[in-house]
C-alpha cells in the first residue's frame, strides 16, 4: 500500500478501518479535528481544520500520496475555521460555497482541492468492500408487498429534492411521507417520525445516495444504533443503496436485524 494519509472523524468507522486491515506503521498517518483519541499506536495530529493543507502538504513532501476520509464531520462555523496563510487564499471560494448550504457542494470543493495538492482521494467503496451489503433482501424477514411501493415512491422522491442538498433519509408508511431527513439526521428522523405511523406503527425507512454525489466523501450509513431506534420507533425495515451505504458492524447489525424481525433491503 502507498502511503496513506487518514482524515477521521467521529463514530465507529475509523476504529473499524484500522482493525479489519494490516497496515505498516510507517505507511499511515492519521488528521483529526477532534480532542485525542487512541489510533492503535499509528502517528496522528490534532489539528484545526484551518490548518489542514499546510499538513497535507508537509505529508506530501514525505512520500504521502493517498488520502482516505472516514467518519462523521460536524460542519465548522466560519469562525472555528481559523485559516492559515495556505487556507487563507481559500477562505473566499470557501465562504461562497459554505453560505449556499448543504454538505455534497462543500464536500466536492475539499475533495478538487486536495487533488489539486496531488493527492489521490480513496473510494472507501474500493477501499472497504468489507464494510457493504448488496442488492436485495439481505435479513431473514420477508417484505411485506405494499412496502415495495413505499420504496419505489421514497426513491423517486429523494432523487427529485438530492438536487437541493437536503438530506438522504425519508420515511413512509402505506405511499404517505410520514418525514424527511434534513439537518437532523437519520436517527432524530425516526424518532420524530413515530407519533405520526398509523395503525400498527409500521413505517419504512429509505436511506440513499444522493445524485451526482461524490462516492468519495459522505456515504451513507447504518449501524447499530440506526436498527435499535427502528425496533424502538415502529421501523420495519430499511432500503439502502446497494453498494454504497456503509453498514456499521455489519455482523452485528445483520444478527440483529434478523432477531428483531427488521429487513433490509439493498436498491
Given at each position: 500500500m502507498k502511503k496513506t494519509i487518514f482524515i477521521f472523524g467521529e463514530g465507529e468507522l475509523p476504529?473499524?478501518?484500522?482493525?479489519?486491515r494490516f497496515f505498516e506503521k510507517d505507511d499511515v498517518f492519521i488528521i483529526s479535528f477532534k480532542k485525542p483519541?487512541?489510533?492503535?499506536?499509528?502517528?496522528?495530529?490534532?489539528?484545526?481544520?484551518?490548518?489542514?493543507?499546510?499538513?497535507?502538504?508537509?505529508?506530501?513532501?514525505?512520500?504521502?500520496?493517498?488520502?482516505?476520509?472516514a467518519g462523521s464531520i460536524n460542519r465548522p462555523t466560519i469562525n472555528q475555521i481559523k485559516p492559515d496563510l495556505n487556507s487563507l487564499r481559500l477562505l473566499p471560494s470557501f465562504s461562497?460555497?459554505?453560505?449556499?448550504?448543504?454538505?455534497?457542494?462543500?464536500?466536492k470543493f475539499i475533495i478538487n482541492e486536495i487533488e489539486k495538492l496531488g493527492l489521490n482521494v480513496l473510494s472507501l467503496?474500493?477501499?472497504?468492500?468489507?464494510?457493504?451489503?448488496g442488492n436485495g433482501l439481505q435479513t431473514k424477514k420477508a417484505i411485506n408487498k405494499s412496502f415495495f411501493y413505499d420504496i419505489s415512491?421514497?426513491?423517486?422522491?429523494?432523487?427529485?429534492?438530492?438536487?437541493?442538498?437536503?438530506?438522504?433519509?425519508?420515511?413512509?408508511?402505506?405511499?404517505?411521507v410520514i418525514g424527511i431527513e434534513a439537518a437532523q439526521g437519520t436517527d432524530k428522523l425516526i424518532k420524530q417520525s413515530f407519533p405520526y405511523l398509523k395503525d400498527l406503527k409500521k413505517g419504512i425507512l429509505i436511506k440513499i445516495i444522493k445524485n451526482k454525489q461524490d462516492l468519495r466523501a459522505d456515504l451513507p450509513t447504518i449501524g447499530l444504533n440506526t436498527?435499535?431506534?427502528?425496533?424502538?420507533?415502529?421501523?420495519e425495515?430499511?432500503?439502502?443503496?446497494?453498494?454504497?451505504?456503509?453498514?456499521?458492524?455489519?455482523?452485528?447489525?445483520?444478527?440483529y436485524c434478523n432477531e428483531n424481525q427488521i429487513f433490509l433491503y439493498g436498491i
Open positions: 476504529k473499524l478501518i484500522l482493525n479489519n483519541r487512541s489510533y492503535f499506536g499509528f502517528k496522528f495530529k490534532i489539528i484545526n481544520i484551518g490548518k489542514v493543507i499546510t499538513e497535507l502538504k508537509y505529508l506530501k513532501k514525505n512520500g504521502f500520496n493517498n488520502i482516505l476520509m461562497k460555497i459554505f453560505f449556499q448550504g448543504g454538505d455534497d457542494k462543500l464536500l467503496i474500493k477501499f472497504c468492500p468489507e464494510l457493504f451489503l415512491k421514497g426513491k423517486l422522491i429523494l432523487r427529485s429534492i438530492s438536487k437541493f442538498d437536503i438530506g438522504q433519509s425519508i420515511v413512509l408508511q402505506n405511499g404517505s436498527v435499535k431506534n427502528c425496533k424502538k420507533y415502529g421501523i425495515g430499511i432500503a439502502y443503496s446497494a453498494n454504497r451505504t456503509v453498514i456499521v458492524n455489519k455482523e452485528v447489525v445483520l444478527r
